[in-house]
Nanobody, 125 residues
């Protein structure tokens, strides 16, 4: 049973920082990519940052480049998203995702095989 459990969300003022964590259990053999998505009500889920679990690089949405950093601790089976210089438009439910290489190639939600339950991030001006 694959489980992705996010934590670390909360409320912060604009310019502040948060670090999200995603603990992974039952790690699926087919996983080659992990990432973070976010969604606001009435909008599609947006790929924020993805990274290959082996070699292959990292990709970010233009809206977060230079402010967000995705990383992974394989020994702890945990994915992180360090979010700095937060803006009100970063307010969303943030989800951890895992999938094959296609997830990293597309950064689209339909290419994710597994999802966490989400953690809310609220940035006030």
């Amino acid at each position: 049973q694959v489980q992705l459990v996010e934590s670390g969300g909360g409320s912060v003022q604009a310019g502040g920082s948060l670090r999200l964590s995603c603990a992974v259990s039952g790690y699926p053999y087919s996983t080659r990519c992990m990432g973070w998505f976010r969604q606001v009500p009435g909008k599609e889920r947006e790929g924020v940052a993805v990274m290959y679990t082996g070699a292959g690089g990292i990709d970010y949405a233009d809206s977060v480049k230079g402010r967000f950093t995705i990383s992974r601790d394989s020994a702890k089976n945990t994915l992180y998203l360090q979010m700095n210089s937060l803006k009100p438009e970063d307010t969303a439910m943030y989800y951890c995702a895992a999938g094959t290489w296609q997830l990293c190639a597309s950064r689209r939600d339909y290419d994710s095989n597994y999802w966490g339950q989400g953690t809310q991030v609220t940035v006030s001006s």
